[in-house]
């Protein structure tokens, strides 16, 4: 009989957990978070705060967690001890503490992996610890943030009336970064230059760099940065810039009269060390410039691949590889790349926030035969692996090595440049290739007389600043201290299933509904949309973490001493848009037009964008005409009205909704505002039925309401979201 319990949180390390604990021990899946803030009290928030201290009502998410709780209570009861094994994160251990205080446990064993293998699993259970309560009370003021952020300023943003759903403390933040880049490309105004060349018959191009009596500025090295949002983010060489075309012209004649030599020739061995191991942003920004994979399908395939046992834990800050795996590495390469084996291992360098308990993302065993894994792998798993393998490997190897050229010629008084470069030794990049491409000079002396071939000059325009795509928005928040890696994924998320923003050829645009709630914002709570705010935020959270601070205190004086006056303020916002006086501005909606026509007005029908219909868009009148929507038929090849479908929704609804004349008042109050609940008798599939709700008018377009609805059972009254009605 199993004499111990292993409680985790995800369903799909279950079985490779079992295989390894064997018969001995029951593994049992939280399914994540078991518990939440409850919805009652003031506002809905589920907790309140008196002077410096926090009191928090927690209850089941919801059926499911209900139900898993009382499994889990089972399973207690059927062994002697119980070890708690959730992610070993800040989150991972707020969840650890909700199983605890959810399950009556006094003092569980808390036991951290970051690698589902025998030898990291039967470690971490021969040497466990008790909860941490600093990483508990960061996760715990984290929650409590964001549904203080969450439910009292998202009312701000209903009484818009535009659709808006909510405001959010990193959500807010971001989407504030992505509407910010959509205004200077709205504000941006193009300027034409030349870039001004010279072609040498020796083989080269050089490009104008200035005058030769004009002050000399320092030589700046062209320094290559890795940046794993990009692919390949090398430029064409340029001419440094002429602003007036007849300069360009003047230049490219003085070129042409003047003979030519070498003033300037520089070469040098140049050493590109290896980049780090991958980290939750990178590995997101990585996937998704080389793979295309939206930052949430990264997490979700790196978390089968965790749970398969074959990555370390994909949630980490933490450049750090273990000993034993730097040591693996080396001998893989000894094996296999003797060239690339550094002198020394390399040794990388986390951020000052990072956990350095954690390590960074790599592969469990490193010598797993690829021929086996693509067998035993769907096609995305098996390529993120790949990925995630390569850049571990890279970063153990030797540095590249590149010759780098510098020329700079002469011609009467202007100065030409040309930069060349050649790969002398790949090093780490034949597994990480991110080395710009060889551009060859020709070896040339100082003084020596050059042949003029041609010469001449470019019209280009300056460009917009680019829209960020989601790699890049990702290493925007990192950079900005927006959020922590389990929060980056779920946040962009968030913002396109909000319809604040969404995707356009790779790249994510604000919606109108996104720059009008921002814009809002601005005047309302505009703190709360600065980077740095919200940065100092998560800066607090890693304090409480590592018990610099206490989060009840943070979280009681952060309220007074800015959110609830800055609420206040922003109320009068909310009233001035309500009464027609708008302190913000307002984007008129457009939406692209159809060639098919409204039958009632004979407008262009608007096309409405919507992932439910095959078509990815159904047309709609935005002129004023009610209910005219068209559906495509594949069947007609053409647009009608959706007519048996509406018809049978329509009956469908007349069946659902409540007879407000059967309506009698009952002794049990709403939950949400304590109003008393009405009983309804309904018919629906030709059955008498009868149903709770609350008795309050505005309840019936208010959001906090959607999940008071109670359904008659032969136990009593039962809602799918709140459980049993008690009286």
Not at 12 to 20: D, N, P, T
Not at 491 to 496: N, P, S
Not at 643 to 664: D, F, G, L, M, V
Request: net charge positive; proline share 6%.
């Amino acid at each position: 009989m199993p004499k111990r319990l292993l409680v985790v949180e995800s369903p799909g390390k279950v079985k490779k957990l079992s295989q390894i604990l064997g018969s001995e021990w029951i593994v049992r899946a939280s399914c994540g978070h078991i518990r939440e803030l409850s919805n009652e009290g003031e506002d809905s928030l589920g907790f309140t705060m008196d002077g410096s201290n926090v009191q928090c009502r927690y209850v089941p998410r919801d059926q499911q967690a209900k139900e898993t709780i009382q499994q889990l209570k089972a399973a207690v009861k059927q062994v002697q001890e119980v070890v708690l094994a959730t992610d070993p994160d800040r989150e991972g251990e707020t969840i650890a503490w909700h199983l605890k205080e959810a399950l009556g446990l006094r003092q569980p064993k808390r036991v951290v992996y970051t690698e589902i293998t025998e030898a990291a699993v039967r470690t971490a259970i021969a040497h466990p610890r008790e909860l941490d309560t600093n990483l508990v009370g960061a996760g715990l003021c984290r929650d409590c943030l964001d549904k203080l952020v969450g439910y009292k300023g998202s009312p701000l943003v209903w009484a818009l009336n535009n659709g808006a759903k909510s405001v959010g403390r990193v959500q807010s933040a971001t989407l504030h970064l992505i509407c910010q880049r959509e205004r200077e490309i709205q504000t941006f105004v193009p300027q034409d230059y030349w870039s001004v060349w010279v072609d040498y018959a020796e083989g080269f191009r050089a490009f104008y760099k200035g005058m030769a009596n004009a002050p000399k500025e320092a030589a700046k090295e062209e320094a290559e940065v890795n940046d794993d949002a990009a692919v390949n983010s090398t430029q064409a060489p340029e001419s440094t810039r002429v602003l007036a075309e007849a300069e360009a012209n003047r230049l490219v004649e003085e070129a042409r009269r003047h003979p030519h030599k070498v003033v300037q020739f520089e070469g040098k061995i140049v050493n590109r060390q290896p980049p780090p191991p991958f980290i939750t942003s990178t590995l997101q920004q990585a996937a998704g410039s080389r793979l295309r994979f939206a930052p949430e399908k990264t997490m979700q395939v790196a978390q089968k691949l965790y749970e398969a046992g074959l990555i370390t834990y994909m949630r980490t800050d933490s450049v750090m590889l273990s000993p034993e795996f730097c040591d693996s590495a080396r001998k893989w390469l000894e094996q296999n790349d003797p060239q690339n084996v550094p002198q020394k291992t390399t040794r990388h360098r986390s951020n000052k926030t990072a956990q350095e308990a954690h390590e960074a993302i790599r592969p469990t065993d490193v010598f797993r035969p690829s021929v086996q894994l693509r067998l035993e792998l769907t096609a995305d798993e098996f390529n993120l692996y790949v990925l995630i393998w390569k850049r571990a490997i890279a970063s153990q190897c030797r540095a590249a090595q590149l010759r780098k050229t510098l020329v700079i010629t002469q011609s009467g008084d202007i100065l030409w440049q040309a930069r060349g470069q050649i790969v002398e030794f790949l090093g780490y990049a034949r597994y990480w290739p991110n080395l710009s491409k060889d551009s060859i000079l020709p070896n040339l002396q100082q003084g020596q007389m050059l042949t003029l071939e041609n010469a001449g000059h470019e019209k280009k325009q300056t460009q917009p600043p680019p829209r960020y795509s989601e790699p890049k928005l990702v290493q925007l928040m990192e950079r900005k201290g927006i959020g922590r890696p389990s929060t980056y994924s779920p946040t962009i998320a968030t913002l396109k299933k909000r319809g604040y923003v969404q995707l356009a050829k790779d790249s994510l645009q604000p919606t109108t509904l996104g720059l009008e709630v921002d814009a809002f914002l601005q005047k309302a709570l505009p703190d709360l949309l600065e980077t740095e705010f919200t940065a100092k935020m998560e800066d607090a959270l890693d304090a409480i973490a590592s018990g610099k601070q206490q989060w009840q205190q943070y979280l009681t004086k952060w309220n007074e001493s800015y959110f609830a006056p800055a609420l206040a303020k922003a109320k009068t916002i909310v009233v001035s848009a309500a009464t027609g006086v708008k302190n913000y501005p307002m984007a008129e909606r457009k939406f692209e037009t159809s060639r098919t026509r409204c039958p009632q007005c004979k407008n262009h029908l608007a096309k409405i964008k919507s992932s439910k219909v095959k078509k990815k868009y159904f047309l709609k009148c935005v002129s004023g005409c009610d209910n005219i929507v068209l559906f495509w038929s594949e069947y007609s090849k053409s647009w009608e009205a959706p007519r048996s479908q509406a018809a049978k929704e329509t009956k469908e609804i007349k069946e659902a909704t409540p007879q407000k004349s059967k309506a009698a008042i009952t002794k049990y109050s709403c939950p949400v505002c304590h109003k008393p609940l009405e009983e309804y008798s309904y018919v629906k599939d030709g059955q008498n039925k009868k149903m709770l709700r609350c008795s309050n008018p505005q309840s019936r377009n208010d959001k906090k309401h959607k999940d008071v609805a109670y359904f008659s059972t032969q136990k009593g009254w039962w809602s799918p979201k709140l459980g049993e009605l008690k009286g």
